[in-house]
T-cell receptor
Framework: EAQVTQNPRYLITVTGKKLTVTCSQNMNHEYMSWYRQDPGLGLRQIYY???????DKGDVPEGYKVSRKEKRNFPLILESPSPNQTSLYFCASGTGGDYGYTFGSGTRLTVV | AQSVTQPDIHITVSEGASLELRCNYS??????LFWYVQSPGQGLQLLLK??????LVQGIKGFEAEFKRSQSSFNLRKPSVHWSDAAEYYC???????????FGTGTKLQVIP
């Protein structure tokens, strides 16, 4: 089944403790992206990647890192999480803008 | 910079009634436009997209949208709403190819019997 898989689905962590949210897709998509979703703000793009080793900042990249060493994986790294990064995170992949994205099921992160 | 405005935060319609969700965009060239739906606790699913050709596009679940360049709009419509259509709907605009896609803040649809 074609899908984007995020792990974990839920995560509660403490301020400053490094964490990684994984994202993997099995559709051989070149394009991958991370979004955060907050009430009243919709989805805001954190980072995106156009192919292996090619990444760029979205609208809200501060406090996040990404890497794209393999085509299928695009992990999101929070080196020192803070409470304002409490949010619902979505990974998405696609073959290009004209085909739209396939989204993962989301990761709900709480930083206390 | 590209942007999307969904002026209606929340809309309530009766089951069987028609629906129109508004979307206005700001973009420097011919945009790639999308509508996504998010059911509670789920990820987003693509309903339809427009990037060229016929300005009236058909999507899944009986939805359609019309691109109006003169009004910078891409409104989503459905002639008869079903209770299962209750969800949050997002309009998005992108450059196409592998470039950035910007989402609106969403419109929450409530369907009453």
């Amino acid at each position: 089944e074609a899908q984007v898989t995020q792990n974990p689905r839920y995560l509660i962590t403490v301020t400053g403790k490094k964490l990684t949210v994984t994202c993997s897709q099995n559709m051989n998509h070149e394009y991958m992206s991370w979004y955060r979703q907050d009430p009243g703000l919709g989805l805001r793009q954190i980072y995106y990647s156009m192919n292996v080793e090619v990444t760029d900042k979205g609208d809200v990249p501060e406090g996040y890192k990404v890497s794209r060493k393999e085509k299928r994986n695009f992990p999101l790294i929070l080196e020192s999480p803070s409470p304002n990064q409490t949010s619902l995170y979505f990974c998405a992949s696609g073959t290009g803008g004209d085909y739209g994205y396939t989204f993962g099921s989301g990761t709900r992160l709480t930083v206390v | 910079a590209q942007s999307v405005t969904q002026p209606d935060i929340h809309i309530t319609v009766s089951e069987g009634a028609s629906l129109e969700l508004r979307c206005n965009y700001s973009y420097g060239a011919t945009p790639y436009l999308f509508w996504y739906v998010q059911s509670p606790g789920q990820g987003l699913q693509l309903l339809l997209k427009y990037f060229s050709g016929d300005t009236l596009v058909q999507g899944i679940k009986g939805f359609e949208a019309e691109f109006k360049r003169s009004q910078s709009s891409f409104n989503l419509r459905k002639p008869s709403v079903h209770w299962s259509d209750a969800a949050e709907y997002y309009c998005a605009v992108g450059k196409g190819g592998y470039q950035k896609v910007t989402f609106g803040t969403g419109t929450k649809l409530q369907v009453i019997p």
